[in-house]
């Protein structure tokens, strides 16, 4: 398939993403370092960020993976320098890392919560706070990772629900305070990614992924390259009026499904 972007759009630019040793963030990092870009990685674990970080110094590209937990403010902004330190200079930065388990409301105790609501929401302020004094320029591209969950109240997700609301809420109020640095904050919103860890966890088995792909307008699930060229574009010149939005990327996911078994095959 045709890329749609130069190959090398991000030539000389430096990417920061958190909680890419796997999935949609490291299908970012991938792809924006096949297109020029130098790519520091962070997750909690020192052992799959650096294999992640090899499956891109193995292509030939440069990637730095540090292990850092979002949750700690100070172990994200010592990553932070480390990147600075090594790149000269960071300018794109997206927000991903997250936590999900399924359980409803009373399954799950005040810790359960919390901790979703810390790596997810809590951690995403972390990133974007500790970025800022690195970023603060015209130019720079915040990007943080929303989901459906976080307009569409979803049964047994009450925690990420709650933390992705939260997280949009952070893009817009981030946007409007750093907006008159000429810094854009934006967030991703994915419909239901294939070959992911969050779906694995949501929709476990064959006949739950076949409803879901029953009430999604593109009837499919993305793809992490899907993911990966909405934020390619987040960080180019193109989207420079851009700010304070979460730009859906979901096959028309959050349209819903209103009439939908009455209207099969239509
Ligand atoms: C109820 C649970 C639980 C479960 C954990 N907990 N799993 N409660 N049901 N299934 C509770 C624990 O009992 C504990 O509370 C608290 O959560 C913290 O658990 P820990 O295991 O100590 O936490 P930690 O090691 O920090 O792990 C965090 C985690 C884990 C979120 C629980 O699953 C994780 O590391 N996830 C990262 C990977 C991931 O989730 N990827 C998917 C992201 S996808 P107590 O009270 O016992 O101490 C995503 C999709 C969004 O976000 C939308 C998709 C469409
Ligand atoms: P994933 O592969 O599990 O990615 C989550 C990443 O976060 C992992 O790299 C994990 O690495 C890291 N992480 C977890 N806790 C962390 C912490 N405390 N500090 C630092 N890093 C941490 O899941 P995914 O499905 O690709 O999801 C990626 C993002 O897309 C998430 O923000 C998710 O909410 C969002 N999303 C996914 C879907 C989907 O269809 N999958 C849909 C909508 C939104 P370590 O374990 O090494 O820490």
């Known amino acids: 398939m045709q890329d749609a972007f130069k190959e090398k759009v991000l030539a000389g630019k430096v990417a920061f993403i958190a909680g890419a040793s796997s999935g949609i963030n490291l299908g970012i990092a991938q792809h924006f370092a096949r297109h020029g870009a130098k790519v520091a990685i ?19 590209h440069e990637a730095l993976g540090i292990a850092a937990d979002v949750r700690n403010f100070d172990s994200v ?14 300018d794109v930065v997206v927000s991903g890392a ?8 009373l399954g799950m105790s005040s810790n359960g919560f919390k901790t979703v609501v810390d790596i997810d929401l809590v951690g995403t302020f972390h990133v974007l706070r500790a970025s800022f004094q690195y970023l603060n320029r015209p130019g720079a591209s915040l990007i943080s990772i929303t989901a459906p969950q976080a307009v569409n109240p979803s049964l047994f997700q009450a925690h990420v629900c709650a933390a992705k609301a939260g997280i949009n809420m952070l893009t817009k109020c981030l946007a409007m305070e ?26 476990g088995s064959p006949e739950a992924e076949k409803a879901i792909k029953a009430r999604i307008a ?49």
């Not at 997250?98 to 409301?105: E, I, Q, R, T």
């Not at 851009?242 to 078994?261: E, H, N, P």
């Open 42 to 60: 962070i997750s909690r674990s020192a052992e799959k960020i650096a294999a992640a970080a090899k499956t891109m110094t193995d292509e030939g």
């Open 77 to 90: 902004d010592a990553a932070f320098k480390a990147v600075h330190d090594k790149f000269g200079k960071i």
């Open 98 to 105: 997250a936590g999900n388990f399924v359980a409803p409301a």
């Open 178 to 203: 750093w907006g008159p640095a000429g810094v854009r904050v934006n967030a991703i919103s994915p419909g239901p990614i294939a070959e992911t860890e969050g779906m694995l966890r949501l929709a």
């Open 218 to 266: 593109l009837r499919d699930y993305g793809t992490k390259t899907d993911i990966a060229d909405t934020a390619l574009f987040l960080s180019t010149h193109n989207a420079k009026y851009i700010t304070g939005s979460i730009i859906d990327c979901d096959g028309g996911s959050k349209l819903g499904d209103a009439g939908a078994d009455a209207l099969a095959g239509n």
